[in-house]
């Protein structure tokens, strides 16, 4: 099998569209019917089923994925083995977080990383979904979680705590809730995991049988700018709160789980010098903030 064209196969079958998989194989869409049409050719066998809702793997294809996630993993050993010699302070870093570490964090570190080693390019994907480090869709990444890959290798930035946090203007309209009124009154904010989960609801502990849920979403930046228009409460963790000169509200009480941030790259990157020095400055970004 030729790599180019198994590369092309993996994108395919896990986008399902030659949109997508162009788009993250960066090719068009052209060549990816090809490369799939030269792919079938040579095995001789039909690896797609072309449906209404997009490519599906036949039986064949099923066949074929095994080997093809074995080509890819030695492909992407390979290259971070090379990449974890290299001592050059130039080249690409794949940084993977969320808007909001981006914005108060990440993109703080880039600037200074930039100033220093002017050669070194970060591609910064912030998002909530967890890009793939094994193969290669990122280099560092910084997450909520800790990973449990034994090849990882993950460094915790912060642990915070999560307080309950209003408006000034929100508070002056409505007053503040009481630990036994189960929010009576006042409008909420959470998260939509938290606000569709199949357990009872509740912030900083206290139940929210009594409260209106306002909005559900899937952003911290969109959490805590409808809580600084007064639009609603929500829990916020503590310094990004105090950043966003937010009140707590019913500051005893705090979420029983903490907040906390990873820092996770492969093993086989984390003496890569640009990877180092990006690591570097993402580190000193959390420790500026006392957020360890």
Known sequence: ?????TRIFLALQREGTLRSAARVAGVD???VGRRLAALEHALGATLF???SDGYVLTSAGESVLRSAEKMEKS??????????TDTRLAGEVKVTTTDTLALGFVIPAIARLHAEHPDVQVNLNTST???????????????????ENPDLVARRLARWPVGLYASREYLAQRGEPNDNDAFAGHDLVMFQSHATANLPSTLVGLPIDAGRLAAAVNSSLM????????KAIGEVPVPMAERDGLVRVLPDRERAKRYEVWLVTHQDLRHTARVRAMIDKIAESFKDQDAV
């Open 1 to 5: 099998m030729n790599w180019d064209d």
């Open 29 to 31: 869409q052209a060549t």
């Open 49 to 51: 089923l072309r449906t």
């Open 75 to 84: 492909a992407n050993d390979l290259v971070r083995q090379a990449q974890g």
């Open 129 to 147: 979904q967890m890009l793939n480090l094994a193969r290669r869709e990122a280099d560092i990444a910084i997450r909520n979680q800790k990973p």
């Open 223 to 230: 959490l805590r700018a409808l809580i600084r228009m007064g």
